[in-house]
């Protein structure tokens, strides 16, 4: 498992994309966590913030684990990676069902939060670079398709939660029995793309266009010492937080903006917008990714975050007198969402080469672990305290959205400062050779 697998003569590079989704379709189950919290809350007598705990430090585990991560993923190669998000992301469903079964909540944190929030993070960084190497003419499509797997992974996981937990009932040991199945499940899935997996020989893979090791190339220590890294990490911390900001308080949101008027927001009506953000969030992934491969990657930043802080103008000025207008501008700061994740792989290909692209790609992660606490917290930290002020509706969300226009701007300046790496930090081609021929040879 530790060597990684060379792809024979006449090997499709398509069959690594799917490899990639087995594992992302997987690990996106993250984003239907919430499926769970209403059971917990009652079978184990937890509160809001308790039942929420799994799920935050799952995503907290998934940034650092993947800066911590990210080197032994490009020396050992895509198939440990998948390997050990496999292990760790079902043994954690596996812990959580004891946890649940002999109600240790304590069990679910672990088994959920910390361990499978490893096999997030893992996984999430698994096949990026591998992905690149072998598509080096459209990175962009490449790691778009992988990461819309991850978006996806709840438009699958959400339902068939629901209808197991109808099944097996909603106490303690219905939750312990569906855990089970989905630690069991995802185990088989994982294995697909742990089988199916290969890297490209040394060279250009056939049908590949360029070669994916022309250009400048930098290693992970050196990029982490470049100020082009440090623009990116403001870029994809401000373009998730404000995404974040509408989709962890999606249902609540749309319910409040509309509470006033002659036409309120049911809770059916409230759970679809939930399923249209989803699915805006996942078609962004592959579709302004894809984009980015034609227009460049600092253009397709520049419309995230500016056409982004546009679009959470109008919710704040017009949102609450139309809902097709605020639907639609929460659809589209979904889609930039999911395509800045999708996007950030191959913008960091463009500046740091495909080198050590993935352990880059991990360390820039943490942004998102900042993002994932920064978002929530900004929108339900000011809703509440104006609401204990005595406001309702639209209101509740006007000086949060203000702070979100003007994160997206500091991220829009911070995409404008990226220049090319200097050539001190560039990795000498003999190095970079070597490396090349070790890998092939182990």
């Given at each position: 498992?530790?060597?990684?697998?060379?792809?024979?003569?006449?090997?499709?590079?398509?069959l690594?994309?799917?490899?990639?989704?087995?594992?992302?379709?997987?690990?996106?189950?993250?984003?239907?966590?919430?499926?769970f919290?209403p059971?917990?809350?009652s079978?184990?007598?937890?509160?809001?913030?308790?039942?929420?705990?799994?799920?935050?430090?799952?995503?907290?585990?998934?940034?650092?684990?993947?800066?911590f991560?990210g080197?032994?993923?490009?020396?050992?190669g895509?198939?440990?990676?998948?390997t050990?998000?496999?292990?760790?992301?079902?043994?954690?469903?596996?812990?959580?069902?004891?946890?649940?079964?002999?109600?240790?909540?304590?069990?679910i944190?672990?088994?959920?939060?910390?361990?499978?929030?490893?096999?997030?993070?893992?996984?999430?960084?698994?096949?990026?670079?591998?992905?690149?190497?072998?598509?080096?003419?459209?990175?962009?499509?490449?790691?778009?398709?992988?990461?819309?797997?991850?978006?996806?992974?709840?438009?699958?996981?959400?339902?068939?939660?629901?209808?197991?937990?109808?099944?097996?009932?909603?106490d303690?040991?219905?939750?312990a029995?569906?855990?089970?199945?989905?630690?069991?499940?995802?185990?088989?899935?994982?294995?697909?793309?742990?089988?199916?997996?290969?890297?490209?020989?040394?060279?250009?893979?056939?049908?590949?266009?360029?070669?994916?090791?022309?250009?400048?190339?930098?290693?992970?220590r050196?990029?982490?010492?470049?100020?082009?890294?440090?623009c990116?990490?403001?870029?994809?911390?401000?373009n998730?937080?404000?995404?974040?900001?509408?989709?962890?308080?999606?249902?609540?949101m749309?319910?409040?903006?509309?509470?006033?008027?002659?036409?309120?927001?049911?809770?059916?009506?409230?759970?679809?917008?939930?399923?249209?953000?989803?699915?805006?969030?996942?078609?962004?992934?592959?579709?302004?990714?894809?984009?980015?491969?034609?227009?460049?990657?600092?253009?397709?930043?520049?419309?995230?975050?500016?056409?982004?802080?546009?679009?959470?103008?109008?919710?704040?000025?017009?949102?609450?007198?139309?809902?097709?207008?605020?639907?639609?501008?929460?659809?589209?700061?979904?889609?930039?969402?999911?395509?800045?994740?999708?996007?950030?792989?191959?913008?960091?290909?463009?500046?740091?080469?495909?080198?050590?692209?993935?352990?880059?790609?991990?360390?820039?992660?943490?942004?998102?672990?900042?993002?994932?606490?920064?978002?929530?917290?900004?929108?339900?930290?000011?809703?509440?305290?104006?609401?204990?002020?005595?406001?309702?509706?639209?209101?509740?969300?006007?000086?949060?959205?203000?702070?979100?226009?003007?994160?997206?701007?500091?991220?829009?300046?911070?995409?404008?400062?990226?220049?090319?790496?200097?050539?001190?930090?560039?990795?000498?081609?003999?190095?970079?050779?070597?490396?090349?021929?070790?890998?092939?040879?182990?």
């Open positions: 498992m530790s060597s990684p697998p060379v792809a024979p003569p006449g090997w499709s590079r398509w690594v994309p799917p490899a990639a989704l087995s594992v992302h379709l997987s690990i996106g189950q993250a984003y239907a966590w919430s499926v919290k059971p917990l809350e079978a184990l007598d937890l509160d809001g913030t308790q039942s929420a705990l799994p799920f935050q430090l799952a995503i907290v585990m998934l940034g650092l684990s993947a800066a991560g080197t032994l993923v490009e020396r050992n895509p198939r440990w990676a998948m050990v998000a496999l292990v760790c992301f079902s043994s954690g469903f596996l812990i959580s069902a004891l946890g649940a079964g002999t109600k240790q909540y304590w069990l944190v672990l088994g959920y939060g910390f361990i499978g929030g490893i096999g997030l993070g893992i996984g999430y960084i698994s096949p990026v670079s591998t992905l690149i190497k072998w598509f080096p003419d459209r990175p962009g499509m490449a790691t778009g398709i992988a990461i819309m797997g991850f978006g996806g992974g709840a438009l699958i996981a959400s339902p068939w939660s629901a209808q197991m937990l109808d099944s097996f009932g909603g303690n040991d219905g939750i029995l569906a855990f089970l199945v989905h630690g069991l499940s995802y185990a088989v899935f994982m294995t697909l793309g742990v089988l199916l997996v290969r890297v490209p020989r040394t060279g250009k893979p056939a049908g590949s266009g360029p070669s994916a090791v022309e250009g400048v190339q930098v290693s992970a050196d990029a982490v010492r470049t100020p082009q890294f440090w990116l990490w403001v870029v994809l911390c401000m998730v937080t404000a995404g974040i900001g509408i989709l962890e308080k999606a249902a609540p749309i319910t409040d903006f509309f509470a006033d008027s002659s036409t309120p927001v049911s809770a059916s009506a409230a759970a679809g917008f939930v399923a249209l953000l989803s699915a805006a969030n996942m078609t962004g992934r592959i579709g302004w990714s894809s984009a980015s491969d034609r227009i460049g990657r600092k253009n397709i930043y520049r419309v995230y975050l500016g056409v982004g802080a546009l679009m959470y103008l109008l919710i704040a000025l017009f949102g609450d007198a139309s809902k097709p207008l605020f639907v639609l501008c929460a659809l589209v700061v979904l889609s930039f969402y999911g395509g800045g994740f999708a996007t950030i792989p191959a913008y960091l290909k463009d500046l740091f080469g495909t080198y050590q692209v993935g352990a880059i790609h991990g360390r820039l992660l943490t942004a998102w672990s900042t993002a994932g606490v920064l978002g929530p917290l900004i929108v339900n930290w000011i809703a509440d305290r104006q609401e204990a002020a005595g406001k309702h509706g639209s209101s509740l969300y006007g000086l949060s959205f203000g702070i979100m226009i003007g994160l997206l701007v500091v991220g829009f300046v911070a995409n404008e400062l990226v220049r090319p790496v200097h050539a001190r930090h560039h990795v000498p081609a003999p190095r970079e050779a070597a490396d090349a021929r070790r890998q092939q040879s182990a």
